[in-house]
């Protein structure tokens, strides 16, 4: 299994990034897939995931500004996140869990990580 994350930089306060996360390997047939993200100093945290069927949810401090969504076809999820502040600032992971949860701990999987830097 091989998850590959793209889409990081750098980007000033108010501006937008997509991030990719590209999923191979990955034989069960139902799955969720989530974005995770680290800031130094902080523990790892859940922004926001999507079922195989394409149901989402988000943190709180995703919602309204992230969006996930996946296309089966190319085996990818993304997420668009807007409006960004400084405290986005952190590495983002994707990973795959085959149970509907939030925490870390429950995904089986992960990507490498893309580095996100909100700053003017």
């Known amino acids: 299994v091989q998850l590959v994350e793209s889409g990081g930089g750098l980007v000033q306060p108010g501006g937008s990034l997509r991030l990719s996360c590209v999923i191979s390997?990955?034989?069960?047939?139902?799955?969720?897939t989530g974005w995770f993200r680290q800031a130094p100093g902080k523990e790892r945290e859940f922004v926001a995931r999507v079922s195989w069927r394409g149901w989402t949810y988000s943190s709180d401090s995703a919602a309204g500004r992230f969006t996930i969504s996946r296309d089966n076809a190319k085996n990818t999820v993304y997420l668009q996140m807007n409006s960004l502040k400084p405290d986005d600032t952190a590495v983002y992971y994707c990973?795959?869990?085959?149970?509907?949860?939030?925490?870390?701990?429950?995904?089986?999987?992960w990507g490498q990580g893309t580095q996100v830097t909100v700053s003017s």
């Open positions: 390997g990955f034989t069960f047939g139902n799955y969720y």
């Open positions: 990973a795959v869990s085959d149970k509907l949860t939030v925490a870390t701990a429950g995904y089986d999987y």
